[in-house]
């Protein structure tokens, strides 16, 4: 079985900043798109669904389908959506909300 992640890191060359997820310390590239430096990372689900608790991560990448929202800084985002700044604190958002 492979488990090596099909992402790869495009962004080598960019300054890293300090991230938090889950209370999973993380160096993601400054200004990348948070969805995608978050995959590039491991971090493959970012949230639960209320119904089922199925995980979720991105999908789209264009701010249409909403499975990658996470909180931020108590309020929850799109990842899809944001760009990577230093001191972010991420979490998965509690069940129910959007």
């Known amino acids: 079985m492979n ?3 099909p992402f790869e890191d ?3 060359g960019r300054a890293r900043v300090a991230v938090s997820f889950g209370g999973q310390d993380l160096h993601l590239p400054e200004g990348a798109n948070l969805a995608a430096a978050l995959l590039g990372a491991g971090i493959t689900t970012f949230r639960h669904t209320p ?3 199925a995980p979720r991560g991105p999908f789209c990448m264009m701010g249409a389908c909403f499975d990658c929202l996470v909180e931020v800084d ?4 799109q990842a899809c959506m ?3 700044s ?9 069940a129910g909300e959007r």
């Open 3 to 5: 488990n090596a992640l």
């Open 10 to 12: 495009l962004e080598a």
């Open 51 to 53: 119904a089922s608790g």
């Open 74 to 77: 108590g309020v929850t985002r």
């Open 82 to 84: 944001m760009e990577v």
């Open 86 to 94: 230093d001191g972010l604190v991420l979490d998965m958002p509690q």
